[in-house]
């Protein structure tokens, strides 16, 4: 006899590996005349090495922190370093300049990602002291978002602007002087508030340079501005003038999206670059050229279209801004920012030459007069009319002088910042970073589909490659896919449901035509307003019906999206959690699970789940929840009145439509997997499987044993989020897609429940 605990094992790591489907990379990105126009994924942070230019790690917004040692190769190869970490958020990474062989660095945890901030939890930081083979996790700082990291010998320096918390606990720069085993904040001349920047001399390892605001928040009589310390981080002065004399601390606001980032020459020269949040631009640059004890205003880097166009057109400076001061030329900086502005008239090319909404960087120079202190680093800048793509992160230079930009599409070098000559090429090789937050199979090509933050919608140029292609770039939205047995339809759309596209392909996965749904409202339909991530779902029963979770409520088409009608305003399903809609059952064609919130959830809302039954027109609330931030998403069970519900942290089933409800989460919390993510049901003959997505993996409990008694799914599997699952029954393989990881697939599941419950399971 089979017991519960042996059937688990068949599932266990060891037993069944999840196999990298990609995207490593994407073709067809949205960067402008750079090679294959590859782009991988958001990437937050870089520490190239100090001697070797083909040495260089980066730390993913998602996927953990990677290592190339083929960084100047036409096409670079990277290994993951941090795959079995409790978080692959990663906020930071540099080296230690006091080891002399290179083989020390420190990272830390932070949550960046432009999806809603959606990250891993917040672990503290890391050390390695070979090179990065392994790693030591520091988790005396864990619940804070550590944004910088320093390391001097034992000594090291972490600077947080949030947390867990939400107290004034979380805030500050913080600092250990035994190797991170225990640490004290620093309040020796420098405010208990947040930190948005570290910058560290390159000569003096002990010069540091610190950006503070929200001061007065925590601390009464502190002061927002620029501080600097000499003693690696033990005491502090404040080295920007006050308020009344320079406009640095006045753009240093108090008000949220507020930023700034810093740049220390090899001359002690000093850039700033700080973004009010009362408009999340680039509202300021300064210059001191005697270590910060004098600032000089700079102009402000753009372009004319005609009108004046900075580097933040979309508003994005919170989060989306570098700064690099240039090794060689005390006066030269470069500054990036989020995209590129089209004209004033609505339209490309722009006046520097580009003809897309790829990255936006400029070179100053301090040295020439006002009005001619920027040039463009991009297309008309460039020899090639080059630009990578938008939204960068961070920018440093490498050992041969190249300049390197991490950014939401991977990593690229520009190879002669200082002049008109050198071109934006593409570093990332097969990296697979890429943060999807929906993903699906196609059934009849047997390819993986996926919508990711800013990377666009993208498919699999073939079954089992790790090379996918640009459907449509931006903010991909949701995708999905019906099977009409001898052609497939695609759907997908970019950010607010813009140009939602229906697609039709044959089993050969070639295309065969592609239309943008009409959306022509219906029966005194409003129009359809989209959300960020406009949630969709086909009809199971009905392959012709569409259902579209809009901003300002559900939608359906019964023609595959060439009309539309409203079904309600009320409802509004989540839109940045897995699946929060059922369309659909055998013999209920009008039957609907929708799980949202009133209005769109915000983090310490309450979800619901409403329910419309086949053949009603009304939508009743069916269950709510206990779990602050909503449900995080809904499963389909073995019949119509069946549904599974998720929040972060319980998973309850309900039976007889909602009338009754059964916690199953059973032990899934004992096993530490993070915030619950996505769901799964998936049905053998004689018994069933519930596969639970979440911040680490996947874990899998069985109906027949009451889903008390849950496991980790399988090896391989990076500990990312797994934000969908589906199934391809045919074929037995299940996809899991995770924001920062991209797509994994798991074969032989199905397969195994028939003929272990046929054999005689209990």
């Known amino acids: 006899m089979i017991t519960q605990a042996a059937l688990a094992l068949l599932l266990l790591p060891g037993q069944s590996t999840w196999q990298p489907q990609g995207p490593a990379p994407i073709s067809g990105g949205q960067v402008e005349n750079v090679a294959g126009s590859p782009v991988a994924g958001a990437v937050n942070t870089l520490a190239p090495h100090p001697e070797d230019p083909d040495i260089l790690f980066i730390g993913s917004v998602n996927g953990g922190i990677w290592r190339t040692t083929t960084a100047t190769a036409l096409v670079p190869q990277w290994e993951p370093l941090t795959d079995d970490q409790p978080s692959m958020s990663i906020g930071a990474i540099r080296f230690d300049p006091t080891d002399m062989t290179r083989q020390t660095l420190v990272a830390s945890f932070a949550r960046t990602s432009a999806f809603n901030t959606e990250g891993g939890s917040r672990s503290g930081a890391l050390r390695t002291t070979d090179g990065g083979d392994t790693w030591s996790l520091l988790s005396g700082l864990a619940g804070r978002n550590l944004v910088a990291i320093e390391a001097s010998g034992d000594v090291l320096l972490a600077a947080s602007d949030g947390g867990d918390s939400g107290t004034c606990e979380d805030l500050g720069l913080f600092r250990s002087v035994d190797a991170g085993l225990s640490w004290e904040v620093v309040d020796n001349g420098l405010p208990v508030a947040v930190v948005e920047a570290l910058a560290r001399d390159p000569v003096d390892p002990d010069v540091l340079y610190a950006a503070v605001l929200l001061a007065a928040l925590c601390q009464p009589d502190g002061q927002n501005g620029l501080y600097r310390s000499d003693d690696f981080g033990e005491s502090w002065v404040k080295v920007s003038p006050p308020a009344a004399v320079s406009a640095i601390d006045t753009l240093l606001e108090d008000v949220p999206g507020s930023h700034a980032e810093l740049a220390v020459g090899r001359k002690g020269n000093v850039f700033a670059a700080l973004v009010p949040g009362s408009t999340r631009r680039l509202e300021g640059v300064f210059f001191s050229d005697d270590g910060g004890d004098t600032w000089l205003p700079l102009d402000l880097p753009g372009s004319f279209e005609p009108d004046f166009r900075g580097v933040n057109p979309g508003r994005q400076g919170f989060i989306h801004l570098s700064l690099a001061a240039d090794p060689q030329s005390p006066n030269l900086v470069y500054v990036g920012g989020d995209r590129q502005p089209q004209t004033d008239a609505g339209g490309f090319p722009n006046s520097i030459g580009a003809v897309d909404f790829s990255g936006r960087l400029f070179r100053g120079d301090a040295d020439q007069p006002a009005g001619f202190q920027w040039t463009a680093l991009t297309h008309a800048g460039t020899f090639g009319g080059s630009s990578p793509h938008a939204d960068s992160r961070e920018m440093a230079f490498d050992a041969a002088g190249s300049l390197l930009e991490v950014d939401d599409g991977g990593v690229y070098r520009q190879s002669a910042p200082q002049g008109f000559f050198g071109d934006w090429f593409s570093v990332n090789g097969n990296l697979q970073i890429t943060e999807t937050h929906d993903g699906v199979l196609d059934t009849l090509a ?66 065969q035509s592609q239309t943008e749904l009409a959306l022509v409202p219906v029966s005194k339909s409003p129009e359809l307003t989209g959300q960020f991530n406009t949630p969709l779902a086909v009809n199971r029963a009905d392959p012709m019906a569409l259902l579209i979770g809009a901003e300002n409520g559900l939608f359906e088409s019964l023609d595959q999206g060439d009309t539309v009608r409203q079904l309600t305003a009320d409802v509004v399903p989540t839109g940045f959690q897995g699946n929060p809609l059922i369309f659909g059952a055998l013999g209920a064609p009008g039957l609907i ?28 609330s069916i269950y709510t929840g206990q779990d602050a931030g909503g449900l995080t998403a809904i499963a389909a069970g073995p019949d119509a009145g069946t549904v599974f519900v998720m929040e972060r942290s319980r998973i309850v ?12 989460s059973g032990d899934l919390a004992s096993l530490d997997p993070g915030r619950f993510r996505s769901l799964l049901w998936v049905g053998g003959d004689a018994d069933a499987a519930l596969l639970a997505g979440t911040d680490r993996g996947v874990f899998v409990a069985f109906a027949s044993g009451d889903f008390d008694t849950w496991s980790r799914v399988g090896d391989g599997l990076p500990q990312t989020l797994v934000f969908d699952l589906d199934v391809d029954a045919a074929r037995d393989r299940v996809l899991a897609s995770t924001l920062g990881r991209g797509s994994f697939s798991l074969n032989g599941l199905l397969q195994r429940l028939p003929r272990i419950f046929a054999n005689g399971f209990e």
């Open 653 to 664: 089933e309900l039976r007889a439509f909602g009338e009754f409800a059964f916690d199953v």
């Open 446 to 511: 047997n390819v993986a589909l996926g919508g990711n933050q800013d990377n666009g919608s993208t498919q699999q140029v073939a079954a089992g490659q790790l090379e996918w292609e640009t459907v449509n770039t931006g903010d991909g939205g949701d995708v999905v896919v019906v099977d009409l047995g001898n052609e497939s339809v695609r759907y997908h759309s970019f950010s607010f449901f813009g140009r939602p596209t229906r697609s039709v392909y044959l089993a050969d996965n070639s295309l």
């Open 593 to 620: 699970y929708a799980a949202g919130c009133s209005v769109p959830c915000g983090a310490s809302q309450i979800g619901q789940l409403w329910l419309r039954r086949h053949g009603e027109q009304d939508f009743t």
